[in-house]
C-alpha cells in the first residue's frame, strides 16, 4: 500500500513508520498554511509514492499544484526528477528547469538518466 508493506523488517518498518508519522505532520502543518493562505512548497522525487497519498492529494484539491525539475540542470549530482507540491508559488513558474533530452540524455551532463 501506500503507506508500507507487510512482513518487513523491525528496523525497516520502523523507517516506515517514522516516514509515515513525517508525511502527516508535514501535511499538516501545509493544510494550515492553506487556510492562512501562507505560501509553500514540498519536495520529493517525482516517483515518490507520498505524492499519491490522501493528505496530500487533499492539498492539490485545495489548489496547490506540481511543479518539475530536475537538479542536473543545476549541476547537482542528483538526476531523478523532482516534484514540488507548491501552494501560491507563482515565481517557480518558467523558473525551474528540466533536461531530458532525446533518448532519456541529460541536457545538461550528456549523459543518461
Not at 508493506?5 to 523491525?10: R, V
Not at 501535511?27 to 505560501?39: K, Q, T
Request: glycine share 8%; charged share 25%.
Amino acid at each position: 500500500g501506500l503507506w508500507g508493506l507487510p512482513g518487513l523488517s523491525k528496523r525497516d518498518q520502523a523507517k516506515v513508520d517514522l516516514g509515515n508519522r513525517l508525511l502527516r505532520v508535514t501535511a499538516s502543518i501545509a493544510r494550515e498554511a492553506v487556510r492562512l493562505r501562507i505560501p509553500f512548497d514540498l519536495e520529493n522525487p517525482k516517483s515518490s509514492r507520498a505524492w499519491l497519498t490522501e493528505p496530500l492529494q487533499h492539498l492539490v484539491r485545495k489548489g496547490a499544484e506540481f511543479l518539475e525539475t530536475h537538479y542536473c540542470q543545476y549541476k547537482e549530482p542528483r538526476r531523478k526528477a523532482t516534484y514540488l507540491l507548491c501552494f501560491l508559488a507563482p515565481s517557480l513558474q518558467g523558473v525551474l528547469q528540466v533536461g531530458m533530452g532525446k533518448k532519456g540524455v541529460c541536457s545538461a551532463t550528456g549523459l543518461r538518466h
